[in-house]
């Protein structure tokens, strides 16, 4: 019984050695702080929003491509998760992607994620569709509470 333990584990480990993993989705450069306030508080302006607080925890802020973020895997496996009201819903969709990559931002009625492109475009993200967006939609809400950079 031990040997087939043994065997068991040691199978499960020489598998686990073979099994490509995703690097994280890299950043394709930074903007400074200024820059990524300017960005989102002309978003603010745009949303006739100018109560919002921001909050951007580093001096640089990463910047993605458009297109690394549109084929990422982790954008696909976080909304391909189940909706569960009140258990599993749109705040833990979005804090899993921003424990990946994306900022979080909460406006009076649901939580999303955000992110700032290689040409310091804004874009939305709702990570239950994995659907990036310039403008937010009607039920998403139209009013930002708080951005939170990454």
């Known amino acids: 019984m031990k040997e087939l333990v043994v065997a068991i584990l040691d199978f ?15 950043p394709c450069g930074t903007i400074t702080i200024h820059e990524a306030s300017s960005i989102l508080l002309d978003k603010l302006d745009e949303l006739n929003d ?9 001096a640089d802020i990463k910047v993605y491509r458009k297109s690394d973020v549109e084929k990422s895997k982790g954008i696909k496996e976080v909304s391909a998760l189940h909706y569960v009201a009140e258990t599993h819903d749109c705040d833990d969709f979005a804090a899993i ?11 009076n009625v649901h939580a999303l994620n955000w992110f ?12 239950q569709t994995g659907v990036m967006s310039r403008t937010l939609d009607t039920w998403q809400g139209y009013e ?7």
């Open 97 to 107: 992607l921003f424990g990946l990559f994306a900022g979080l931002v909460w406006t």
């Open 116 to 127: 700032i492109d290689e040409n310091s475009t804004f874009w939305w993200i709702e990570p």
């Open 144 to 150: 930002v509470r708080f951005f939170v950079g990454r």
């Open 50 to 58: 100018p109560s919002a607080e921001i909050f951007l925890p580093d």
């Open 12 to 26: 499960i480990f020489k598998r686990r050695s073979v099994v490509p993993v995703e690097a994280p989705l890299a």
